[in-house]
């Protein structure tokens, strides 16, 4: 797989130290066979690893019940491919809610959360739990919620990735969360071309 | 006598004419039509959130162009089906005047109004034409239940756009239509029949297939309606494991299902298959 953009914003990535604080919701976690698909590679050892976080058997899978920490859980469940039956639920509701929702879900996180920037921030992590579940299991109906929350323009802005990847904290995180995002739907859409599933 | 009720999502509605007007033909009492008005700014706002701008095409193809959308077919589209049956009316309208069939206009058919109607004629069978979700309390009043047929096989394809999901997923003898009676959750009522149609051709698309599509749906509900109502099928659960519930088809990847139908489907020339 060729895409330019991909490599001129891993270039950025790639340049900047990973340990950074901006990095404690793991936006490259796990990247290294998708980066590999694009020809690329890492090139400092992944000191971001998602590694369990909390219990959430007794959770109730609603959107209104997710924060980090659960994103993290399941996201650390998805790349250990650990507990199916206790991530797929969450997946399942997530996705439903982000179709069925679609056109509030603005106005609903930032009422989460309490605050924008927070509410980009969790919107886009759900965005990339949703994406990576997707990859991990096959299943390409998580690819068409994100390529479709992808136009959700308060969360989701493709052309602002450039700046975003030059700046600092939450800004920083978003970049990276954005350049995942683009990285895998990439990836999904070049395997469900070729094939019957991601 | 059967007496059934029809749930129609528009006065314009051909589907809806041809059902009711083959079912009344096959002897069935037909003891109204209940009709989703088309102008109630309700319904537009539900429908556009659930389907974006195509709700726009929807609406100029059945409403404004009606019989202009269709042209000549080397395959039965819903304009040959009324030709070939000798179907004239073009309005749901003209049941009333030709054969005395109440219709009756709501803004929803959740609506009071509908429960009077079902409370009234008390059906055995409800066969609905399409007009959005249906609750409980409809859903109980309507005799032995609503029909509805799903452009999809069930209970694997369950939702939106499954015709496209399907062949998104290589799924090419996952393609039909299924009859099934509505619940409360989304395509997961008992199936009653499935009718399994194959793609004939590399040069077929989404749009053709559908409309190719139109037609059988209206004999497969047809016959199965009353195959039901002389008791010759009978209602098969499904679980709701056995499926997936689809939504709306981003536009990339419908563009990739329409690629696959001409690079990785291969016709096997299988006639159409019915499953009861």
Redesign the interface.
């Given at each position: 797989m060729e895409n330019k953009l991909i490599r001129d914003y891993w270039t950025i990535i790639a340049q900047k130290d990973r340990s950074g604080p901006e990095h404690y919701l793991k936006p490259l976690s796990h990247l290294e066979k998708f980066l590999a698909a694009f020809g690329l590679s890492v090139n400092q050892p992944d000191l971001n690893l998602v590694a369990p976080v909390q219990d959430i058997g007794d959770v109730k899978p609603a959107f209104k019940n997710l924060t980090d920490e659960i994103l993290l859980q399941l996201r650390y469940e998805v790349y250990a491919q650990k507990e199916p039956e206790q991530v797929s639920p969450w997946a399942e509701k997530l996705m439903?809610f982000c179709?069925v929702r679609?056109?509030d879900l603005e106005k609903r996180t930032v009422a989460k959360l309490g605050d924008r920037a927070a509410a980009r921030l969790h919107f886009l992590h759900l965005m990339v739990f949703l994406m990576d579940y997707g990859v991990f299991s096959g299943?390409?109906?998580y690819?068409?919620?994100v390529?479709?929350l992808e136009r959700q323009r308060w969360a989701f802005d493709e052309s602002a990735i450039k700046k975003a990847l030059s700046s600092r904290g939450a800004e920083f995180l978003a970049g990276l969360f954005h350049f995942r995002l683009l990285l895998l739907t990439e990836y999904g859409?070049s395997r469900?071309?070729k094939?019957?599933?991601l | 006598m059967s007496k059934i009720v029809i749930f129609s999502p528009s006065q314009y509605s051909l589907y809806t004419i041809c059902v009711t007007e083959l079912l009344r033909r096959k002897g069935i009492e037909i003891k109204a039509i209940v009709v989703l008005r088309l102008l109630n700014f309700t319904r537009f706002r539900k429908e556009f959130?659930r389907d974006g701008e195509r709700l726009l095409k929807k609406i100029w193809k059945k409403a404004v162009l009606r019989e202009k959308a269709y042209s000549p077919a080397d395959y039965e589209t819903m304009l040959d089906l009324l030709g070939n049956e000798r179907i004239t009316m073009r309005n749901v309208k003209e049941f009333k005047k030709k054969f005395s069939i109440p219709v009756v206009f709501c803004n929803d058919l959740n609506a009071p109004v509908v429960l009077d109607v079902l409370n009234e004629t008390k059906p055995d069978l409800v066969v609905f034409t399409g007009g959005g979700l249906i609750r409980k309390p409809v859903l109980q009043s309507s005799g032995h239940g609503i029909l509805n047929c799903h452009m999809g096989v069930l209970p694997r394809y369950r939702g939106m756009d499954v015709i496209e999901?399907a062949i998104?997923?290589?799924?090419f003898d996952q393609i039909g239509l299924t009859v099934h009676f509505m619940d409360q959750g989304v395509d997961t009522g008992d199936i009653l029949r499935i009718v399994k149609i194959p793609l004939r051709s590399s040069e077929e698309t989404i749009a053709r297939l559908r409309e190719r599509f139109e037609p059988i749906m209206c004999r497969t509900m047809v016959e199965t309606a009353v195959d039901f109502l002389n008791g010759t099928i009978r209602r098969r659960p499904q679980k709701a494991e056995d499926g997936?519930?689809?939504?709306?088809?981003?536009p990339?990847?419908k563009r990739?299902a329409e690629?696959k139908i001409r690079t990785k489907f291969r016709p096997s020339g299988n006639a159409t298959v019915a499953n009861d």
């Amino acid at each position: 797989m060729e895409n330019k953009l991909i490599r001129d914003y891993w270039t950025i990535i790639a340049q900047k130290d990973r340990s950074g604080p901006e990095h404690y919701l793991k936006p490259l976690s796990h990247l290294e066979k998708f980066l590999a698909a694009f020809g690329l590679s890492v090139n400092q050892p992944d000191l971001n690893l998602v590694a369990p976080v909390q219990d959430i058997g007794d959770v109730k899978p609603a959107f209104k019940n997710l924060t980090d920490e659960i994103l993290l859980q399941l996201r650390y469940e998805v790349y250990a491919q650990k507990e199916p039956e206790q991530v797929s639920p969450w997946a399942e509701k997530l996705m439903r809610f982000c179709e069925v929702r679609y056109h509030d879900l603005e106005k609903r996180t930032v009422a989460k959360l309490g605050d924008r920037a927070a509410a980009r921030l969790h919107f886009l992590h759900l965005m990339v739990f949703l994406m990576d579940y997707g990859v991990f299991s096959g299943d390409p109906r998580y690819l068409n919620i994100v390529l479709k929350l992808e136009r959700q323009r308060w969360a989701f802005d493709e052309s602002a990735i450039k700046k975003a990847l030059s700046s600092r904290g939450a800004e920083f995180l978003a970049g990276l969360f954005h350049f995942r995002l683009l990285l895998l739907t990439e990836y999904g859409l070049s395997r469900i071309s070729k094939g019957p599933a991601l | 006598m059967s007496k059934i009720v029809i749930f129609s999502p528009s006065q314009y509605s051909l589907y809806t004419i041809c059902v009711t007007e083959l079912l009344r033909r096959k002897g069935i009492e037909i003891k109204a039509i209940v009709v989703l008005r088309l102008l109630n700014f309700t319904r537009f706002r539900k429908e556009f959130k659930r389907d974006g701008e195509r709700l726009l095409k929807k609406i100029w193809k059945k409403a404004v162009l009606r019989e202009k959308a269709y042209s000549p077919a080397d395959y039965e589209t819903m304009l040959d089906l009324l030709g070939n049956e000798r179907i004239t009316m073009r309005n749901v309208k003209e049941f009333k005047k030709k054969f005395s069939i109440p219709v009756v206009f709501c803004n929803d058919l959740n609506a009071p109004v509908v429960l009077d109607v079902l409370n009234e004629t008390k059906p055995d069978l409800v066969v609905f034409t399409g007009g959005g979700l249906i609750r409980k309390p409809v859903l109980q009043s309507s005799g032995h239940g609503i029909l509805n047929c799903h452009m999809g096989v069930l209970p694997r394809y369950r939702g939106m756009d499954v015709i496209e999901w399907a062949i998104l997923e290589e799924q090419f003898d996952q393609i039909g239509l299924t009859v099934h009676f509505m619940d409360q959750g989304v395509d997961t009522g008992d199936i009653l029949r499935i009718v399994k149609i194959p793609l004939r051709s590399s040069e077929e698309t989404i749009a053709r297939l559908r409309e190719r599509f139109e037609p059988i749906m209206c004999r497969t509900m047809v016959e199965t309606a009353v195959d039901f109502l002389n008791g010759t099928i009978r209602r098969r659960p499904q679980k709701a494991e056995d499926g997936k519930q689809y939504f709306i088809m981003h536009p990339l990847l419908k563009r990739i299902a329409e690629q696959k139908i001409r690079t990785k489907f291969r016709p096997s020339g299988n006639a159409t298959v019915a499953n009861d």
